[in-house]
């Protein structure tokens, strides 16, 4: 089913979550802007990505900040070797 907002959908929670951490990674995007958080939506009630209101909680635990950090630098040098 497609959603009337446009939006890429994503069937859970934890896999928004997912998507929204490797956008992270990807565009490198200070954590407070770009995409911050997920959410239920209302007309199609999977999940979407949001760039408004509060950062995540997934994106302020240090632990995935650590990670982010990690993958940021891992691609960094992917890149260069070519
Ligand atoms: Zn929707």
């Given amino acids: ?3 009337p907002s446009g939006k ?3 069937p859970t929670k934890e ?10 990674i990807k ?6 802007t770009g995409p911050v ?5 209302q007309d199609c009630g999977d999940y979407h990505l949001t760039s408004q209101g509060e950062v995540s909680e997934v994106l302020k635990s ?7 950090e990690r993958e940021r ?10």
Avoid: G
């Fill in 37 to 41: 958080n997920v959410y239920e939506c």
């Fill in 27 to 32: 565009f490198r995007y200070p954590l407070e």
């Fill in 1 to 3: 089913m497609k959603c």
């Fill in 8 to 10: 890429r959908a994503y």
């Fill in 73 to 82: 630098e891992a691609r960094h040098w992917e890149r260069k070797r070519w």
């Fill in 62 to 68: 240090d632990k995935i900040k650590k990670e982010i």
């Fill in 15 to 24: 896999r928004a979550e997912e998507v929204l951490i490797e956008t992270k």
